[in-house]
């Protein structure tokens, strides 16, 4: 009798440590399937800063913007909702690479440094940086003076100066031996031909000099009629080499920048680019500091995201600012995550799908205008 109530107690002991692990397993699935259901009901929190016109506060007190757009539709293509969290550019960096938000979408320029850091998404828009003038800069005859210097006004007054020696020379070779005010001699009567040819073209007609052979004549008849032509095309042509650059501004081009300082916003691409090419630099906390530098003549010009200073000079500047045509290297605005974040590549199907959409071509037409 001892030897069954222990066999029997040793199943009952059995059994109930079974049906414990069954159960205790049950309890962790379900646990497990509990907290994965939280996680994708819990909003992304996605960090983002002033940056118009990728991202901002509108009239209504919400985020609005290209950046913000774009990561409003990715998160409700993943079913998810946002929880925006406003910081600076370095902080929002730093809490990505610490995974302290989810993400960081603004006008942030995906760069090796940053991928050393950070992963991206695909990028969904590229542009390039900007160059801002004050348009209003450096006028005033100093640089009429300084003009007279200039290549372009070399070349036109030597391309005139070669004109007036070929019409001179072909009216002396008619006249020498015939007209004593065109000596034989080649030196004199090379200088009395080109004095003939200025003072006709200029219509001045001193009368000290005047073709006398039936060649001469011709030449004369010729050289008058062209010359109305000639004078006018050099007249253009000097006049543009005087006065383009004081009706333009100092900074027209990339090549120009070498020759001005040149302000930039710290921690930016636009701050890299110009240290990388050797540029004498002022550093700012914002562009709005950066465009008041410019105006009060601090700057020669003023370097960053092109659609950034598009938005800022149309927007708060009336066109006090003028934003150059030419672009400088490539930017391309990505959407930072932390380094293996498993939202990378849900995140990257969505973008693409949002790129091919009407949404995001209104999106541009909205925050960009037609071009």
């Not at 006049?239 to 302000?263: C, E, F, H, M």
């Not at 680019?273 to 410019?294: N, S, V």
């Not at 990505?334 to 995140?347: K, V």
């Amino acid at each position: 009798m001892p030897i069954r109530i222990s066999i029997a107690r040793s199943f009952a002991l059995i059994i109930a440590l079974s049906a414990g692990g069954i159960a205790a397993a049950q309890g962790g699935t379900g646990s497990d399937q509990t907290t994965a259901d939280n996680a994708q009901s819990d909003p992304m929190i996605i960090a983002t800063k002033d940056a118009p016109p990728f991202a901002f506060v509108g009239s209504d007190g919400e985020w609005t913007g290209i950046a913000i757009e774009a990561v409003n539709a990715i998160v409700a293509d993943l079913g998810r909702t946002v929880e925006w969290r406003e910081d600076t550019l370095d902080g929002m960096l730093a809490s990505v690479a610490a995974g302290d938000v989810d993400a960081a979408a603004a006008a942030i320029t995906i760069t090796p440094a940053r991928e050393a850091r950070l992963d991206f998404t695909f990028p969904y828009y590229t542009t390039g940086l900007g160059i801002a003038v004050d348009p209003n800069a450096g006028n005033g005859w100093f640089r009429v003076v300084r003009n007279l210097f200039t290549w372009q006004f070399a070349v036109a007054i030597a391309t005139l100066s070669a004109v007036l020696l070929l019409a001179g020379a072909a009216v002396w070779a008619f006249e020498r031996g015939h007209n004593d005010e065109f000596p034989k001699d080649p030196a004199r009567g090379l200088g009395d031909g080109f004095w003939w040819a200025a003072v006709t073209m200029t219509t001045v007609g001193y009368g000290d000099k005047a073709p006398r052979t039936t060649g001469g004549r011709i030449v004369g008849l010729v050289w008058m009629l062209t010359a109305m032509l000639i004078v006018a095309s050099f007249t253009a042509a000097i006049a543009a080499a005087l006065t383009v650059g004081s009706l333009g501004t100092p900074v027209q081009s990339i090549a120009d920048l070498k020759n001005y300082r040149v302000g930039v916003v710290r921690g930016t691409t636009g701050a890299e680019e110009m240290a990388g090419r050797g540029m004498r630099t002022a550093r700012f906390d914002t562009a709005a500091d950066g465009f008041d530098a410019l105006l009060d003549g601090r700057l020669g010009a003023f370097v960053y995201d092109k659609p950034l200073m598009q938005y800022m000079a149309l927007q708060e500047y009336e066109g006090a600012v003028l934003i150059l045509e030419d672009t400088i290297g490539r930017q391309d605005y990505g959407i930072a995550l932390p380094t293996d974040s498993p939202l990378r590549e849900p995140m990257n199907r969505a973008l693409l799908k949002y790129l091919r959409s009407d949404d995001w071509a209104r999106v541009q037409t909205q925050y960009l205008g037609e071009n």
